[in-house]
């Protein structure tokens, strides 16, 4: 059983362009995230949802925009593809009670490559 | 601003040697010290964690060393394999609240037989 899964998993599409990543995660827990890793590895975090309620939101342009049905569900769309927004995309989720420090498991990520 | 330092960028080890990752944080709200393991193609997965009241932890061939007063943290392999291979990230977390996590930029290792 795949505990966080992302689709699709490959994303090739024209500047300009509308899409949308879609995230699930079977573990129950209540905190979900996006990260975005460019070509040097750099992992840096997007968004951060806890129970349905946006948390963190870091410096991201506002094409992008997350939405979270339900505590199990963070997708991510992205208006008017940029040629910079080609990166690989991960979804990550995590169990949080206040100040408790838990450990974050991240799906297998969605590789956008936009031409 | 650059909080999370890693190094070195990229680190060669031959089979059975020991891998020595560094990671240096500016932020003294770090409460919490995980290296994550990212194999390529896949995403990254928890390999092992210390909490600030200790100055090291073993688990197997990995043991994490933390020194507060430097504001450093670093990853050992033991004995490494190449199934080792793959890019290592020092994560550390804020305590309190949500978790920001700030990722290290990353160490690429590669282990040869």
């Known amino acids: 059983d795949t505990a966080v899964s992302q689709t699709p998993k490959y994303l090739v599409t024209q500047m300009g362009n509308d899409k949308s990543i879609k995230c699930e995660q079977n573990?129950?827990?209540?905190?979900m995230y996006w990260y975005k890793q460019d070509s040097k590895k750099f992992l840096k975090i997007m968004f951060s949802y806890n129970n349905k309620e946006l948390i963190i939101n870091e410096t991201v342009p506002n094409r992008f925009s997350p939405k979270s049905p339900d505590k199990a569900h963070l997708n991510l769309h992205i208006n008017s593809l940029e040629l910079g927004d080609s990166a690989v995309y991960f979804c990550?989720?995590?169990?949080?009670?206040?100040?408790?420090?838990?450990?974050?498991?991240f799906g297998p990520g969605t590789r956008l490559l936009v031409l | 601003q650059q909080q999370v330092k890693q190094s070195p960028q990229s680190l060669i080890v031959q089979k059975g040697g020991i891998s020595i990752i560094n990671c240096a944080y500016e932020n003294t709200a770090f409460d919490y010290f995980p290296w994550y393991q990212q194999f390529p193609g896949k995403g990254p997965a928890l390999l092992i964690a210390?909490?600030?009241?200790?100055s090291e932890k073993k688990e197997g061939r990995f043991t994490i060393s933390f020194n507060k007063s430097a504001k450093q943290f670093s990853l050992h392999i033991m004995d490494s394999q190449p199934g080792d291979s793959a890019t290592y990230f020092c994560?550390?977390?804020?305590?309190?609240?949500?978790?920001?996590?700030?990722f290290g930029t990353g160490t690429k290792l590669q282990v040869i037989p």
């Open positions: 210390i909490r600030p009241d200790v």
């Open positions: 990550a989720s995590s169990r949080t009670s206040g100040g408790s420090l838990e450990t974050q498991y």
């Open positions: 994560a550390p977390q804020e305590a309190g609240g949500y978790q920001k996590v700030t």
């Open positions: 573990l129950g827990h209540d905190t």
